[in-house]
């Protein structure tokens, strides 16, 4: 069997100096199951993220890995198991959820940006309100990370008037302006055109960079390939098979997850 | 320059073209006229059937309106005057129109609602445009207790008074707020209510007796004419948006009880005519409040006409809810908003935008509902234009003073909706 060609659509060196998998947990997920209604979501995901890891999570549709990293920062509301985020576990309770929620940012496959605020008040407006951070300190956070995705010029329009790309990299700035340790990203790339995507993925590799711990929900298999340092396959509800990278694209061992890669990987 | 031909498959573009201007005749007034009014022979036909219709409309009416007689002291001096030819007799307007706006208020005091209705504007500006300063909002806040005083009079003490409860709800709010929030809620609540219960009364009299300041009291039943239907329209418009909102929103709760009461409340309220309600304030609403308190009738009827369009508003807002994506409610809950936070700086700004058109229908629909208020004996303008009629010196007069009244209610009802049309144009930004 030869070896798949992953390529990676974007075209440059990735600095792994600052890359590194601590020994702390950020993330713990143990016995955590989810129903909508009667059907079974989730099924007794077991799983523990350390700070500085960066998991890719793949399968098909509807095998439920959406849900799973959307359970994280609590948008859906996991009915049995625990999931402890930086030490925080997720109930009920709205303090903790809100606490976890500042934590972790969260990057959504049609961005979410707010149309009726600038792309500058989209980025400052968290942290004025969650954090009480003054409104000029706000701006020039918002600034230097809109400076990081590369589009300051953009700052004083409206989410409306940019490309896809360029929204996805004003959501991304938007949720680091609240400084978060862990960011999830749900298909960040699945509504963008190739060209787009290539803008997007190369802020992610800049983030990763950085040592940022990162759980993104992609079929970017060429993003896993050069960035993760965990690639975990989902389907029916459930972890079929977790590896690094290389191994998982080269050696598979489920059926299921052969199956998959063939199929996205096209050969 | 060869462009692409079946045989040559392989085609190299060498020069690229430069923008050029469009054709004469597709610029200008020659287009607008062209595309608008004479684009085929079936909106040429409906062009000159407009314009005819315009034109037989025109002068039938116009001879009628400028052959309008303004000196007269009566409609059988109007009639010897125009001697047989059609005119209309504003005459009636000349001479009554202190009634149709303010119906038996004093006139030597119609100094007040004059400066209450300029104040009532400057007081609006901050609201309604933003390039105002802020600071004036604290003017608009005030205006409620400064327009009551204007039009009723009485000691000023009494507005003042009630106007400290606000501040004692405040105080008692920021002092229990260290101890739990939800008691703080209750605390504002229940310290302003027993304030005015117990602690506003006397302390008024007692600083009325110190100090008697005030302005001409006037009775409620010498107030009205359009002056009723703006005190009227005016509280209950600034009312019902807030009330609005909150119905709609606990509309959209998961609080069983909430949502319960507000569902019965909407349903019930637009189940029912709004003149049904008017009469339930005027006649019956007495008997349910316990013997000895009667509160004004003006007061009841706002009430009862904030409910009526509070609950419409409600449903329009719940329609602008709706029609929000559920990723903004995603995105301000993964951002760490609270419920309130993301409901204030992120969904109601977008759903009160969608809402605007609906919005401003339901005002617009209330103010002139305000005319209801003639079957209840309240003296609005209808009324006040029976009455008149009622004189022997214009009985038998109609059209002039129903003109009068409608251009009135034209004019703040076009205000609304130029307004809210200026306010979507301001307020479009997602450039689609």
């Known amino acids: 069997m030869t070896e798949p060609v992953i390529e990676l659509p974007v075209d440059r060196k990735i600095d792994t100096s600052h890359m590194k998998v601590t020994d702390e947990v950020a993330i713990q997920i143990t016995g955590m199951n989810k129903w909508y209604g009667t059907f079974h979501v989730l099924r007794d995901v077991n799983m523990t993220v350390n700070r500085g890891e960066r998991i890719v999570i793949c399968g098909p549709s509807g095998s439920g890995k959406s849900t799973l990293i959307r359970c994280i920062n609590r948008l859906e509301e996991h009915q049995a198991g625990q999931i402890i985020v930086d030490g925080t576990e997720l109930t009920s309770d709205l303090k903790n959820i809100d606490k976890v929620r500042s934590e972790v940012g969260m990057v959504f496959q049609h961005f979410n940006l707010f149309p009726h605020l600038s792309i500058l008040e989209n980025c400052t407006l968290a942290p004025i309100w969650v954090r009480k951070i003054p409104k000029r300190e706000a701006e020039e956070t918002a600034m230097h990370f809109l400076e990081k995705v590369k589009i300051p010029e953009q700052a004083h329009k409206f989410p409306g008037q940019l490309s896809g790309g360029q929204q996805q990299r004003v959501a991304i700035a938007r949720s680091l302006c609240m400084r978060p340790r862990i960011m999830l990203f749900d298909e960040p790339t699945s509504a963008l055109d190739p060209e787009m995507i290539k803008e997007v993925l190369d802020t992610m590799i800049s983030l990763a960079e950085e040592g940022m711990t990162m759980l993104c929900v992609t079929h970017e298999m060429g993003f896993a390939q050069a960035v993760a340092n965990r690639v975990i396959f989902m389907d029916q509800g459930q972890i079929v098979e977790q590896n690094e990278p290389r191994a998982f694209f080269n050696n598979p061992q489920s059926e299921r997850t052969k199956l998959f890669l063939s199929q996205i990987l096209g050969h | ?432």
């Not at chain 2, 117990?198 to 300041?213: D, K, N, R, Y």
């Not at chain 2, 904030?306 to 508003?313: C, L």
């Not at chain 2, 807002?317 to 951002?335: N, S, T, V």
């Open chain 2, 1 to 432: 320059m060869s462009d692409t031909h079946a045989q040559t498959v392989s085609y190299v573009r060498q020069t690229m073209l430069a923008p050029q201007e469009p054709p004469r005749n597709q610029t200008g007034a020659v287009k607008w006229v062209h595309e608008n009014l004479f684009s085929g022979w079936l909106n040429t036909g409906l062009t000159v059937i407009s314009l005819l219709v315009i034109f037989w409309l025109l002068s039938g009416i116009s001879p009628w309106l400028l052959n309008s007689v303004w000196r007269a002291g009566s409609l059988s001096e109007c009639r010897a005057i125009l001697d047989g030819t059609s005119g209309a007799c504003f005459a009636v307007i000349v001479d009554r129109w202190h009634q149709l706006l303010f119906g038996f208020y004093p006139p030597e005091l119609y100094w007040r609602p004059v400066l209450a209705l300029v104040l009532l504007f400057v007081a609006l500006a901050p609201v309604l445009f933003t390039a105002i300063p802020r600071k004036m909002l604290a003017f608009s806040a005030l205006y409620p207790f400064i327009g009551y005083h204007l039009i009723w009079g009485g000691s000023i003490w009494f507005p003042i008074t009630v106007l400290l409860g606000f501040g004692v709800g405040a105080v008692a709010y920021l002092l229990v707020k260290k101890i739990n929030n939800l008691a703080a809620i209750f605390a504002a609540i229940l310290a302003p209510v027993l304030w005015w219960l117990f602690v506003a009364g006397p302390l008024e009299s007692s600083l009325h007796s110190i100090m008697p300041l005030g302005l001409d009291f006037v009775r409620s039943d010498r107030i009205g004419g359009f002056l009723i239907s703006m005190i009227v329209g005016v509280s209950a418009i600034s009312l019902s948006l807030p009330l609005g909102i909150l119905l709609a929103l606990g509309r959209q709760s998961d609080m069983v009880f909430i949502k319960t009461v507000c569902v019965v409340f909407i349903e019930f309220i637009r189940g029912v005519p709004l003149i049904t309600l008017l009469l339930f304030a005027s006649l019956l609403l007495n008997f349910f409040l316990p013997p000895g308190t009667s509160f004004d009738l003006i007061l009841r009827v706002i009430i009862m006409l904030t409910f009526f369009a509070s609950a419409y508003m409600a449903e329009v807002i719940r329609g602008g809810l709706a029609a929000l994506p559920k990723g903004q409610y995603e995105a301000a809950d993964a951002l760490g908003l609270d419920y309130w936070k993301a409901q204030r700086l992120i969904i109601m700004p977008q759903a009160l935008k969608i809402s605007i058109p609906g919005i401003v229908n339901t005002f617009i629909g209330m103010f002139k509902d305000t005319t209801l208020l003639v079957f209840i004996a309240i003296l609005e303008p209808l009324a006040l234009a029976n009455a008149i009629r009622a004189d022997t010196n214009w009985n038998g007069i109609y059209w002039e003073l129903f003109i009068f009244i409608g251009a009135l209610f034209f004019i703040f009802c076009f205000g609304m909706s130029r307004y809210s049309m200026y306010l979507e144009r301001k307020l479009k930004t997602d450039h689609r």
